[in-house]
């Protein structure tokens, strides 16, 4: 019962994160999953901390999509190739994921945690919606959004097919990864990027977990626990993100994940010894 208490609040923390910051915000879902609700204790937790947390942003990506097609934020033609392509690589890559032991992946996932906290923290554009600069930069790339010529479409399947593989490796929505090759694949307006993004992380979560799931390393309870979380720490995250410093918090969040990061090498490293 209290795992799945801490579950909840743990998908708070991760739709806060989300809200607050965007892309990258789900990177600590792992190791909340495995430190915080204490799954690092049993068998196999690296490969259950990921099946599950997988497919609970697949869960929740498909969610927020809806908003974004009632919007008419969504690319269908685009989004379709890249996630039908790159849910290929996703399964290619979950199951990479899955013969790699335990120790090892979480160790290569908590060194990707520091490189995109520092890429987040650090180098990101933080620039707040509905300023003149990011108008700016939008109506700018919608200029130059190019026809979906065949050229065009190759490009996004490549994009796609490696960002997928990626995704599934490390069991992560990949957000982060997928808007801005949309964006530089497509051309797409940064709007409707992040509109498009959310059918890919949708798909690439939920091919993950449910890979994850045949090779009983999912559990079904707690992802659904961890969008119920999500859900109401998003709403949060979304209302403060308006208020508060962008960059301010971007770099705040990207040290967090940077020292979380530190921390999961030093416990796969002693555990290691």
């Given at each position: 019962?209290?795992?799945?208490?801490?579950?909840?609040?743990?998908?708070?923390?991760?739709g806060?994160?989300?809200?607050?910051?965007?892309g990258?915000?789900?990177?600590?879902?792992?190791?909340?999953?495995?430190?915080?609700?204490?799954?690092?204790?049993?068998?196999?937790?690296a490969?259950?901390?990921?099946?599950?947390?997988?497919?609970?942003?697949?869960?929740?990506a498909?969610?927020?999509?809806?908003?974004?097609?009632?919007?008419?934020?969504?690319?269908?033609?685009?989004?379709?190739?890249?996630?039908?392509?790159?849910?290929?690589?996703?399964?290619?890559?979950t199951?990479?994921?899955?013969?790699?032991?335990?120790?090892?992946?979480l160790?290569?996932?908590?060194?990707?945690?520091?490189?995109?906290?520092?890429?987040?923290?650090?180098?990101?554009?933080?620039?707040?919606?509905?300023?003149?600069?990011?108008?700016?930069?939008?109506?700018?790339?919608?200029s130059?959004?190019?026809?979906?010529?065949?050229?065009?479409?190759?490009?996004?399947?490549?994009?796609?097919?490696?960002?997928?593989?990626?995704?599934?490796?490390?069991?992560?929505?990949?957000?982060?990864l997928?808007?801005?090759?949309?964006?530089?694949?497509?051309?797409?307006?940064?709007t409707?990027?992040?509109?498009?993004?959310?059918l890919?992380?949708?798909?690439?979560?939920?091919?993950?977990?449910l890979?994850y799931?045949?090779?009983?390393?999912?559990?079904?309870?707690?992802?659904l626990?961890?969008?119920?979380g999500?859900?109401g720490?998003?709403?949060?995250?979304t209302?403060?993100?308006?208020?508060?410093?962008?960059?301010?918090?971007?770099?705040?969040?990207?040290?967090?994940?940077?020292?979380?990061?530190?921390?999961?090498?030093?416990?796969?490293?002693h555990?290691?010894?």
């Amino acid at each position: 019962m209290l795992q799945y208490i801490l579950s909840v609040i743990s998908g708070v923390v991760v739709g806060f994160s989300l809200g607050l910051i965007g892309g990258g915000g789900s990177i600590l879902a792992v190791p909340l999953l495995l430190y915080f609700v204490g799954l690092s204790s049993i068998p196999n937790a690296a490969h259950i901390a990921l099946g599950t947390t997988d497919l609970a942003v697949g869960m929740n990506a498909y969610i927020n999509s809806y908003m974004h097609l009632k919007k008419r934020n969504v690319s269908p033609k685009v989004g379709g190739i890249f996630a039908g392509v790159g849910v290929v690589g996703a399964l290619l890559g979950t199951y990479l994921g899955h013969i790699t032991p335990g120790g090892r992946l979480l160790l290569y996932f908590a060194i990707a945690m520091i490189v995109l906290g520092v890429y987040i923290g650090f180098f990101r554009n933080a620039a707040k919606a509905g300023t003149h600069e990011e108008v700016s930069r939008v109506v700018e790339a919608y200029s130059r959004c190019p026809k979906l010529t065949a050229k065009v479409a190759s490009l996004v399947a490549i994009f796609g097919f490696v960002v997928g593989l990626i995704s599934g490796y490390f069991g992560i929505g990949g957000g982060f990864l997928i808007v801005p090759a949309l964006m530089f694949s497509s051309g797409l307006c940064i709007t409707r990027a992040i509109g498009t993004s959310l059918l890919s992380v949708g798909t690439f979560g939920m091919a993950g977990g449910l890979e994850y799931a045949v090779y009983g390393d999912t559990l079904f309870i707690i992802s659904l626990l961890y969008v119920l979380g999500g859900v109401g720490g998003g709403f949060l995250g979304t209302s403060l993100a308006v208020k508060a410093p962008k960059k301010t918090l971007q770099r705040a969040y990207g040290i967090i994940i940077v020292l979380v990061g530190i921390y999961m090498i030093f416990k796969v490293l002693h555990l290691s010894l």
